[in-house]
């Protein structure tokens, strides 16, 4: 069993950054593949990046490639998204998911934290 907590959320302007981090609390993510998801008001939880075990492989969602970074400390049992050029549109629950496989839907996911929220004012 694997329990994830994220932070760093906030409010921040349109062209700034934040750092969301993901930590496993209970267990260790060291062999799983983590990922971020977000979900606007009222639209349906979308994938945003991932990352394999190791940490050498990422992948990310169109709308957040060339602005979100993914990396994972696996001593440290922590994952981060650095983002980047933030618009209105980024405004979303952040979650952190956890899984054996690499995938793009969640239902590849088994670990999810409660998320975090992160707004962006124009």
């Known amino acids: 069993q694997v329990q994830l907590t994220e932070s760093g959320g906030g409010l921040v302007q349109t062209g700034g950054s934040l750092t969301l981090t993901c930590t496993a609390s209970?267990?260790?993510?060291?062999?799983?593949?983590v990922a971020w998801f977000r979900q606007a008001p009222g639209r349906k939880r979308e994938f945003a990046a991932g990352?394999?075990?190791?940490?050498?492989?990422?992948w990310f969602a169109d709308s957040v490639k060339g602005r979100f970074t993914i990396s994972r400390d696996n001593a440290k049992n922590t994952v981060l998204l650095q983002m980047n050029r933030l618009t209105p549109d980024d405004t979303a629950v952040y979650f952190c998911?956890?899984?054996?496989?690499?995938?793009?839907?969640?239902?590849?996911?088994?670990?999810w934290g409660q998320g975090t929220h992160v707004t962006v004012s124009s």
């Open positions: 209970v267990g260790t993510f060291a062999p799983l593949v």
């Open positions: 998911a956890a899984g054996d496989v690499q995938a793009w839907s969640e239902y590849g996911y088994d670990y």
């Open positions: 990352i394999l075990s190791a940490g050498h492989t990422t």
